[in-house]
T-cell receptor, first 115, second 114 residues
Framework: DVKVTQSSRYLVKRTGEKVFLECVQDMDHENMFWYRQDPGLGLRLIYF???????EKGDIPEGYSVSREKKERFSLILESASTNQTSMYLC??????????????FGPGTRLTVT | AQKITQTQPGMFVQEKEAVTLDCTYD???????LFWYKQPSSGEMIFLIY??????QNATEGRYSLNFQKARKSANLVISASQLGDSAMYFC???????????FGKGTRLHILP
């Protein structure tokens, strides 16, 4: 059974704190993604990675960075958390193979509140 | 311009009725894939169904089918015999061949009434 796990379901942090969100997949997928989801805005891509140590900016990378040291793990870092980063964060992974649709498999999400 | 448009922000449907969730897309790439995801109130995104742009037949997965009308750039999700557990947010999404990214629509919230 495919599995993407995220380190926390709920997280409360203070403004200015450094925040780490961890994501691990056990499907040997090459691609991994970080999204944030806000009401009325749908899912917006923050960063993605198509290989270890490789990363590309998505649509809203400002205020975020990422790290992918191992194939199965993709971390999202908020260098200095701000209240406008309060959101649901979703991690996903997909194969790079073009044989199929490359559907993404998602983790359960982390609801981050910055106070 | 939006690449994925879901015009129904919310829908209410009686249990056991069929449901059609609308999705239109915009791409100039001749090769692309279309996806539907379900997001229950618990928050996880569940992959439902995939349609490739060159697939000759409409995709089906159990009670889900994708009504693919290529010329109209339409990829509606049809849920037959709706159940209370179908109440959720539904997202249409697209991946163009040149990309590994998927672009999501803003979603439709479906409420199934007993």
């Amino acid at each position: 059974d495919v599995k993407v796990t995220q380190s926390s379901r709920y997280l409360v942090k203070r403004t200015g704190e450094k925040v780490f969100l961890e994501c691990v997949q056990d499907m040997d997928h090459e691609n991994m993604f970080w999204y944030r989801q806000d009401p009325g805005l749908g899912l917006r891509l923050i960063y993605f990675s198509y290989d270890v140590k490789m990363k590309e900016k998505g649509d809203i990378p400002e205020g975020y960075s990422v790290s992918r040291e191992k194939k199965e793990r993709f971390s999202l870092i908020l260098e200095s958390a701000s209240t406008n980063q309060t959101s649901m964060y979703l991690c996903a992974s997909s194969t790079a193979s073009r044989d199929r649709g490359q559907e993404q498999y998602f983790g359960p999400g982390t609801r981050l509140t910055v106070t | 311009a939006q690449k994925i448009t879901q015009t129904q922000p919310g829908m209410f449907v009686q249990e056991k009725e069929a449901v059609t969730l609308d999705c239109t897309y915009d791409t100039s790439d001749p090769s692309y894939g279309l996806f539907w995801y379900k997001q229950p109130s618990s928050g996880e995104m569940i992959f439902l169904i995939y349609q490739g742009s060159y697939d000759q037949q409409n995709a089906t997965e159990g009670r889900y089918s994708l009504n693919f009308q290529k010329a109209r750039k339409s990829a509606n999700l049809v849920i037959s015999a709706s159940q209370l557990g179908d109440s959720a947010m539904y997202f249409c999404a697209m991946r163009e061949a040149k990309d590994d990214k998927i672009i999501f629509g803003k979603g439709t919230r479906l409420h199934i009434l007993p």
